[in-house]
């Protein structure tokens, strides 16, 4: 620096340093920006996984129903078909980045101190319910449960429930 100011040559430097910053910065905001849209999709996804369990565990807790493969999910056709759109509102899941949801229920019997889940088992005293949950560009989610039926018989811990 000489007594009347900056050259050009450091003006001309301090200026690529600072765009060298900037952009890098940039680049840091639009990946954070990529990865929560991400997030968000996988929050969807669970979300809707979740709530279609939940259903599935109301109806076959209270009913005995056969095997039955690739089923498409109750809450995630109510909401495409715009049909209780508040309660989708209210789960905290759209369908916009959502492609499939299906639900695979397998029947299963109890003898030995195990399940057993098969898809012709003649009288089932729980069923296994599996939740399977896409979305453009994303893994699956597959959330997987096993629903004692009530009619079942069956105690846990000594009670009756």
């Given at each position: 620096?000489?007594?009347?100011?900056?050259?050009?040559?450091?003006?001309?430097?301090?200026?690529?340093?600072?765009?060298?910053?900037?952009?890098?910065?940039?680049?840091?905001?639009?990946?954070?920006?990529?990865?929560?849209r991400?997030?968000?999709?996988?929050?969807?996804?669970?979300?809707?996984?979740?709530?279609?369990?939940?259903?599935?565990?109301?109806?076959?807790?209270?009913?005995?129903?056969?095997?039955?493969?690739?089923?498409?999910?109750?809450?995630?056709?109510?909401?495409?078909s715009?049909?209780?759109?508040?309660?989708?509102?209210?789960?905290?899941?759209?369908?916009?980045?959502?492609?499939?949801?299906?639900?695979?229920?397998?029947?299963?019997?109890?003898?030995?101190?195990a399940?057993?889940?098969?898809?012709?088992?003649?009288t089932?005293?729980?069923?296994l319910?599996?939740?399977?949950?896409?979305?453009?560009?994303?893994?699956?989610?597959?959330?997987?449960?096993?629903i004692?039926?009530?009619?079942?018989?069956?105690?846990?811990?000594?009670?009756?429930?």
């Amino acid at each position: 620096m000489n007594k009347r100011g900056f050259t050009l040559t450091e003006v001309m430097i301090a200026i690529a340093i600072f765009a060298i910053g900037i952009m890098g910065a940039s680049g840091l905001q639009f990946s954070t920006i990529k990865v929560n849209r991400k997030a968000e999709v996988i929050k969807e996804m669970t979300n809707l996984a979740t709530a279609e369990l939940e259903l599935k565990r109301q109806y076959y807790r209270d009913y005995v129903y056969s095997a039955s493969d690739g089923q498409t999910c109750d809450s995630y056709q109510a909401d495409v078909s715009g049909n209780n759109s508040s309660d989708a509102a209210a789960l905290g899941y759209s369908n916009a980045n959502i492609t499939s949801c299906s639900v695979a229920v397998h029947p299963c019997t109890f003898s030995s101190g195990a399940f057993n889940c098969t898809t012709d088992t003649p009288t089932p005293v729980a069923h296994l319910v599996s939740v399977t949950v896409t979305a453009n560009s994303q893994d699956p989610v597959v959330l997987t449960t096993l629903i004692r039926s009530k009619l079942s018989g069956l105690t846990y811990y000594g009670t009756g429930q």
